[in-house]
């Protein structure tokens, strides 16, 4: 009986995960009818507007212009709604063999149970909610009915609607993700005059998600970019702080834009991290990626981050404010490193020191040594650590050099750590390790201390 539950819990997974489906499916539809009606209230206008520009001659043409509109209107809202009925009915269906389902769980009886699973099963196997195409079979867009007349009067007989261009493709051979920037390239399809002319631009759009089924990608509003010239455009200056970046593109000639292309989801991992307030100490004043403490004193406190580092390789950034007096950044064992304790004291962290109280200096601390470094104070300090590998380097961004470097076996999970004796730091997550890295690891291999 036990196996049959397990074999009953996985239905019920998949049925949760069709009943999340539909209503998202349900959801599109419903917008797609929302924007059917604005596109078809749009266009329409734009064709009346034009029709009283004409004489007696064009209303018959008109009036088969205006009955082509309403005919395809009418079939993709015919097509909707029949969408619309066979999803609503395919969720009821879903909903009370999930219901259903669920009960059967509780019965004790272990025929009454065998029987109902049995139902179940073939219930599931006929289930409507399994053989429904879940997206919609007509797009909002009637952009393909746009009129000007301006320059076709003299030839009445020949009007028709302009054409918009074919939706481009997007090339995932030339896509790259580098340094926190996309670059998107893409094919453009068609520019014969039977496509409506030459492309005069291209408009992107893109969104952040942590789903890899686009048909689930929901909530998030698109960032546009407009007015591309060319195949390819770089969006820069992002924080990866989702797994993807899902992009679309569509060609705009002079009479309209065309249907955007199928969307590409874009990977975009990086290393993410806050703050462990557990292990910060009460004067301590934490924001989302900021650490304040008030006043200077002879202790030094000490806060870690939210996140472990136990394989591949990891890069942040830390900005000392403007008030900042002294501070550490590196990382450590979890386990070993107090609210008091400071950074580079113990074999089990491992830190760049800069302070600015009295005279200005930097250090490179692990297991209570100190090695001085002839740096100027860096500005903004990029951590980067490999853990596979043993390797911490800490970067000056700005300037693009090497403070230091440690070479060493790690044996249990990281956390990033910092200590703030009085002032201000801000920390930059979210970021891919920096292409300017390689420079550093092909030439900086060999320990440092």
Not at 3 to 16: D, F, M, N, P, V
Not at 191 to 202: F, H, L, Q, V
Not at 246 to 252: E, I, S, T
Request: include cysteine; glycine fraction near 6%.
């Amino acid at each position: 009986m036990e196996h049959q539950k397990e074999a009953l819990r996985r239905i019920i997974s998949t049925l949760a995960s069709k009943n999340e489906e539909l209503h998202h499916f349900l959801e599109s539809v419903d917008n797609t009818v929302a924007g059917l009606q604005e596109e078809s209230c749009k266009v329409m206008s734009e064709l009346e507007e034009e029709l009283e520009k004409l004489s007696s001659a064009l209303k018959e043409r008109g009036a088969e212009l205006g009955d082509i509109i309403n005919k395809e209107k009418q079939r993709k809202e015919a097509e909707l709604e029949r969408q619309l009925l066979e999803g609503r009915f395919a969720l009821l269906s879903c909903e009370e063999l999930l219901e259903f389902a669920n009960q059967t769980l509780s019965v004790t009886n272990e025929e009454e149970f065998f029987t109902a699973a049995k139902q179940i099963k073939e219930r599931v196997t006929m289930a409507p909610a399994f053989r429904l195409t879940t997206r919609p079979m007509v797009s909002e867009n009637m952009s393909q009915y746009t009129v000007d007349f301006s320059t076709e009067r003299a030839g009445l007989q020949r009007l028709y609607f302009l054409p918009v261009p074919g939706s481009p493709e997007i090339d995932t051979s030339r896509c790259a993700v580098r340094d926190n920037a996309i670059t998107v390239a893409w094919q453009p399809i068609g520019e014969t005059a039977e496509d409506g002319g030459p492309i005069e631009r291209y408009e992107l759009e893109y969104r952040k998600t942590n789903c890899d089924n686009l048909l689930r990608v929901r909530g998030a509003c698109w960032e546009k970019i407009c007015d591309i010239r060319n195949t390819q455009v770089t969006i820069s200056g992002l924080k990866f702080d989702t797994l993807f970046v899902v992009v679309r593109v569509r060609a705009r000639n002079k009479a309209a834009a065309g249907e955007f292309s199928e969307p590409v989801a874009m990977e975009t991992r990086a290393f993410n991290f806050g703050f462990d307030a557990a292990t910060a100490h009460a004067e301590l004043k934490m924001a989302e990626s900021r650490v304040r403490r008030e006043r200077f004193a002879g202790e030094s406190y000490t806060v870690l981050g939210d996140q472990d580092m136990n394989k591949g390789c990891y890069y942040w950034e830390l900005r000392p404010l403007d008030d900042w007096k002294s501070l550490s950044v590196g990382v450590a064992y979890r386990g070993n490193l107090g609210r008091f304790d400071q950074l580079g004291k113990s074999a089990g962290s491992w830190c760049l020191f800069a302070s600015q109280w009295l005279q200005s200096s930097l250090a490179a601390k692990h297991n209570n040594r100190a090695k001085a470094l002839d740096w100027q104070l860096p500005q903004r300090i990029g951590i980067y650590c490999d853990y596979d590998h043993g390797d911490l380097l800490f970067v000056d961004v700005d300037r693009l050099c090497l403070l230091h470097s440690f070479k060493t076996k790690f044996v249990q999970p990281l956390v990033p750590a910092f200590t703030v004796w009085c002032g201000s730091i801000t920390i930059a997550t979210g970021l891919q390790v920096p292409s300017f890295m390689g420079t550093f690891l092909e030439t900086h291999r060999t320990p440092s201390q």
